[in-house]
């Protein structure tokens, strides 16, 4: 099984920059992909961003330009770099991880934008 740790959540001004990060640990062979996630009140849980293992990437629309993901494989961690934050990105944002055998959900890092 796979456990993700997340951090680097916070509070923020709009038009300012959060990083946040997340540790993968476990038993595992290999992660496949990882990513972020978020959830907004009243609303559904939706992609952000994810990165395959060999470097490729996709972003929703609305933070292409401005996040950028990264990750490390040999020490299995991923990174959401947010600039130009806007209120609309307010939200839980969650690590996934999908591997092998499974996949897993960090418990979620909560990301507020004051305008």
């Known amino acids: 099984q796979v456990q993700l740790v997340e951090s680097g959540g916070g509070l923020v001004q709009a038009g300012g920059s959060l990083r946040l990060s997340c540790a993968a640990s476990?038993?595992?062979?290999?992660?496949?992909?990882m990513g972020w996630y978020r959830q907004a009140p009243g609303k559904p849980r939706e992609l952000v961003a994810r990165i395959a293992s060999g470097g490729s990437t996709n972003y929703a629309d609305s933070v292409k330009d401005r996040f950028t993901i990264s990750r490390d494989n040999a020490k299995n961690t991923v990174s959401l770099q947010m600039n130009s934050l806007k209120s609309e990105d307010t939200a839980v944002y969650f690590c996934?991880?999908?591997?092998?055998?499974?996949?897993?959900w960090g418990q979620g890092t909560q990301v507020t934008i004051s305008s």
């Open positions: 476990g038993s595992f062979f290999r992660i496949n992909v």
């Open positions: 996934n991880a999908v591997y092998v055998n499974g996949e897993a």
